[in-house]
């Protein structure tokens, strides 16, 4: 839980190494200490597999007679009962400069945090920052940011080589990461997926047509081959399940 300051300026600065966790209190300010900006992962999305991945936050914190400490913790949920949390891998501090950017480097893993797919999502940042002269500065939810599952998708066209004129079927699948087995689990039914072509001989793909995933995740369609060119699946993602495009597959038509 968080400290409060009058125990803080009494204990020193140092104490409050411990205030890694959020706390179900409202933001405070001490002083003069200000966090001015929060950036996670460069502004993107985080996109998380089945591996673990690191995630860095920016911190810009400002204060008269420098900053002794500046750190954060990563969470889902409501402030008081976060589902799942994450801690930096060491604080920032202490520095003279009266404006810093923080870089906080925090690990997140599929399995334990986030331990679910139910976990993706939006994310907050809890940050604070802590001056030599113990003003201080306490933001509950700093900055939001969105943790994704990672796609894969895939394609498949044939027959290979095809007679101009004929039909040609183009298969794929739209895979997430299951963070909760570590293993890739089919798209939801009902997923728009865009099919784009590029002729030979051309550098931009040009949507075909938009299909729907099937219950596991499967895509199935068929158009008439009448150029040479390369096929591939167009996955947008949704707030829960990063972008993606399949490779491409190259048609000779005869």
């Known amino acids: 839980m968080r400290m409060s300051y009058a125990v803080a300026a009494a204990c020193g600065v140092v104490a409050l190494s411990a205030l890694t966790v959020p706390a179900a209190h409202a933001d405070e300010q001490f002083g003069d200490t200000e966090i001015t900006g929060v950036t996670v992962n460069g502004g993107q999305p985080v996109v998380v597999g089945t591996a673990a991945r690191t995630v860095t936050v920016d911190i ?18 409501p402030i008081d009962a976060p589902e799942v949390t994450v801690a930096s891998a060491a604080p920032c501090g202490p520095t003279t400069a009266t404006t810093t950017t923080c870089t906080l480097t925090f690990t997140l893993t599929p399995g334990t945090a986030p331990a679910d797919t139910a976990q993706a999502g939006t994310w907050q940042v809890s940050a604070f920052a802590i001056a030599p002269d113990s003003d ?30 004929r039909l040609l079927t183009v298969t794929g699948a739209v895979q997430h990461a299951d963070w909760a087995t570590g293993t890739q689990t089919g798209a939801a039914a009902g997923q728009p997926v865009k099919l784009q072509f590029r002729p030979a001989g051309c550098k931009e793909f040009t949507t075909v047509k938009t299909v729907h995933t099937a219950a596991d995740g499967t895509l199935d369609t068929t158009v008439r081959a009448v150029l040479d060119g390369t096929y591939r699946w167009s996955y947008a993602g949704t707030d829960t399940t990063a ?4 490779e491409g597959d190259h048609i000779d038509v005869r």
């Open 243 to 246: 972008a993606a495009v399949s």
């Open 60 to 77: 810009t914190a400002t204060d008269p007679s420098g900053l002794e400490q500046i750190n954060a913790t990563l969470y889902r949920g």
């Open 136 to 165: 201080a500065v306490f933001k509950d939810s700093a900055a939001a940011f969105a943790v994704r599952r990672a796609t894969e998708v895939t394609v498949d066209a044939g027959p290979e080589p095809v007679r101009r004129g």
